[in-house]
């Protein structure tokens, strides 16, 4: 939004001022793209240049008058946006203002009206029919007199002139605004690139992945724009919902969040939309859905591609239009919410198959975000586990506790499938286990965890305990490498990086010990 006291106060802007009254004998209005008059002529403090304005605005309503006024340039605007400058006819017929509309990108900020003027054609009789009806809203004959004598008649040249200068007052508002723009996004670009975060609202986290979530949080929080949570379970989604929530406008309002998968159709019908008394066996009473009692807030979506093709419908009209209709009532109500919704599930191949609906996943996709699973993200590992140990401990009133290094190791290598969630409750379980002792080792890891990257061939069963050692070597090796096979499922390229060596090693040593028959191998 444009900051108009600012505007205002600009050096070029009050000389772009000064040279208007002195040619033009005109005072400069700005009103905001809601018609909201944001110059200094409603306060009492003003000195006005111009006459005929002070005794304009001296009249009962005339605070009123300008803004009928400017309001009726806005409107003009609306219906003429290619149009720059439009030369109006004022409350008082005869009286001219001249506006020019200050867009930028496409999207008008405001209004800068000159005003008052009147051309050097306006007639005697135009001029006394103006009077008399300034002595109708009360003006005395003398004060219409000396307002209106103070007007310039300008001809059609200086007109043409007066619309050019409104149109670089206009001009240079959007420099000024554009200007701002770029170094607020500029300090903001800067802010997240150089003060890596390790917190966003309750999410956690200091990669490079979640300080990207974070960057794109800033620029969407304060928008009205639906965002689209995507990622796998236990990643955090509802914190993501809540963040935008709560660095937002709405975030005094409320947030509520529904599962969309934890309903059947029509219990996930009543509770969105809410039903009225008698809609069904047991409706015992009206019943506010989501949508009413998320009024003003916003309201979080969570596995949003559950919902039925039918259900979708009723989502997406309710999205477009803003009103619903609850279960069994007749008339529609309205809702003003925001849309955060969430899913775990690939929408895009869901459209193409038609389980989910093209117009309203580009409805609910406006803002896109996707949280990455924690084995995308391992460097928030340990910031994580050490932050749910202190929850942990401070819950419990138990003094804080630390990983061991050991312990730490074992679960960097672990791939978390279970992701944030799985970690958490995991971390609940050593605080538990560890008691009183103030560092958490690794033999109180889940078997899962301690277990993990284990092979079957490590176990002495069926290798030789004596004799050559060299064979004894080369019996592991070649056990390894055929369980590797297996498990890579004859994945050469995947094998060797996992067993530390080069893929055309692996290849000679396949060769070696005859495992370059995949069906001999797997039937061994």
């Known amino acids: 939004m444009i900051n108009w006291k600012e505007i205002s106060e600009l050096h070029v802007i009050n000389r772009l001022e000064n040279t208007l009254f002195k040619w033009f004998g005109v005072e400069l209005v700005f009103a905001d793209n809601h018609n909201k008059i944001c110059s200094e002529h409603l306060s009492r403090d003003h000195k006005f240049k111009n006459t005929y304005f002070k005794v304009f605005m001296n009249l009962d309503y005339g605070h009123e008058y300008l803004g009928g006024d400017c309001e009726k340039a806005m409107d003009w605007f609306a219906e003429n946006s290619e149009q720059d400058s439009y030369l109006f006819d004022s409350y008082f017929g005869h009286i001219k203002g001249m506006a020019s509309q200050v867009q930028y990108e496409g999207e008008y900020l405001g209004t800068v009206v000159a005003y008052p003027l009147i051309g050097e054609s306006t007639t005697d009789q135009e001029i006394a029919e103006t009077k008399k009806k300034m002595v109708e809203?009360?003006?005395s004959e003398g004060d219409a007199d000396l307002a209106l004598s103070s007007l310039k008649r300008l001809t059609s040249v200086e007109k043409e002139y007066l619309k050019e200068m409104v149109a670089l007052?206009?001009?240079?508002?959007?420099t000024f605004y554009t200007e701002i723009s770029k170094r607020e996004e500029r300090i903001l670009d800067l802010n997240s690139e150089l003060g890596n975060k390790y917190r966003y609202h309750a999410m956690i986290g200091k990669s490079k992945l979640m300080q990207g979530i974070y960057h794109m949080?800033?620029?969407?929080?304060?928008?009205?724009?639906?965002v689209l949570i995507q990622g796998d379970?236990?990643?955090g989604k509802e914190l993501v919902a809540k963040a935008v929530h709560f660095n937002s406008h709405r975030k005094d309002e409320v947030f509520m969040a529904v599962n969309c998968s934890a309903f059947n159709d029509n219990l996930l019908d009543s509770e969105l939309f809410g039903h009225v008394k008698g809609a069904f066996t047991g409706a015992i009473k009206d019943k506010k859905g989501f949508f009413e009692m998320a009024n003003g807030g916003t309201l979080f979506l969570d596995e949003i591609g559950d919902t039925s093709p039918t259900m979708q419908v009723k989502l997406l009209r309710v999205l477009q239009e803003g009103t619903f209709i609850p279960v069994g009532a007749t008339s529609s109500r309205t809702s003003d919410v925001r849309i955060v919704a969430a899913t775990n599930k690939n929408l895009k191949e869901m459209m193409i198959s038609g389980e989910f609906r093209e117009d309203l996943y580009y409805r609910i996709n406006v803002i896109?975000?996707?949280i990455p699973t924690l084995r995308e993200r391992t460097s928030d590992i340990a910031l994580l586990a050490q932050h749910f140990i202190d929850k942990r401990c401070?819950?419990?009133?138990?003094p804080p506790k630390n990983?061991?290094?050991k312990c730490m190791e074992k679960m960097l290598d672990y791939p978390w499938p279970g992701n944030v969630r799985e970690l958490e409750n995991e971390i609940e379980r050593l605080v538990i286990l560890a008691g009183d002792d103030k560092s958490v080792t690794p033999d109180l890891l889940s078997a899962r965890i301690l277990d993990h990257g284990t092979s079957p061939a490590v176990s002495n069963t069926g290798i030789r305990m004596n004799g050559s050692l060299k064979v004894a070597l080369e019996e592991l090796e070649a056990l390894m490498i055929k369980e590797g096979l297996k498990r890579c499922n004859f994945n050469k390229s995947k094998l060797s990086k996992e067993l530390g060596i080069s893929r055309a090693g692996l290849i000679m040593k396949v060769d070696k010990y005859g495992l370059d028959k995949r069906k001999k191998a797997a039937n061994e």
């Not at 007052?169 to 959007?174: G, K, L, P, Q, T």
């Open 233 to 235: 379970n236990g990643t």
């Open 169 to 174: 007052v206009a001009d240079e508002i959007v």
């Open 403 to 405: 990983i061991s290094k």
């Open 137 to 139: 809203h009360g003006l």
């Open 394 to 398: 401070a819950e419990a009133g138990m």
């Open 368 to 370: 896109n975000i996707k």
């Open 217 to 226: 949080l800033e620029k969407v929080s304060n928008s009205e724009a639906s």
